[in-house]
């Protein structure tokens, strides 16, 4: 629901993210003690993994809260510090009762947008 009222359109975008956490059962934490770029991909690559291995659950990454932009600091620092358990959180996934579902790509062929 897009309109001119900014203020409505984050507010509405908290409180679908509040329903979203509501809805999800569990999360996973993927942590490394002092991860570089490799660990990245691989942490990604074992979430692609699992969303294959695991039946009757939706996963989907939540990773809002390591976003690292300015005002997501404290927030990000807190759920560290919480959760990290000494290792930096590089990923978190949610957990969800229900199928995976595969959302269209967001990848373009590269054949539909060369201009000839």
Same mark, same amino acid.
């Given at each position: 629901?897009?309109?001119? %009222? ?8 908290? $409180? ?13 934490l993927i942590?490394? %003690?002092?991860? $570089?770029?490799? %660990? ?33 600091? $404290?927030?990000r620092n ?29 990848r373009h ?8």
């Amino acid at each position: 629901m897009l309109s001119g %009222d900014w203020k409505g359109f984050g507010k509405v975008g908290i $409180d679908s993210f509040k329903q979203r956490l509501n809805s999800e059962i569990a999360y996973i934490l993927i942590r490394a %003690d002092n991860p $570089d770029l490799i %660990d990245y991909v691989k942490a990604g690559e074992s979430y692609q993994e699992l969303t294959q291995l695991v039946k009757g659950y939706e996963l989907r990454p939540a990773v809002q809260a390591i976003e690292e932009f300015a005002e997501m600091t $404290d927030i990000r620092n807190a759920f560290q510090e919480e959760y990290g358990d000494g290792k930096e959180i590089m990923l978190i996934i949610g957990v969800r009762n229900g199928e995976m579902v595969k959302p269209p790509s967001i990848r373009h062929n590269v054949t539909d947008i060369l201009i000839e």
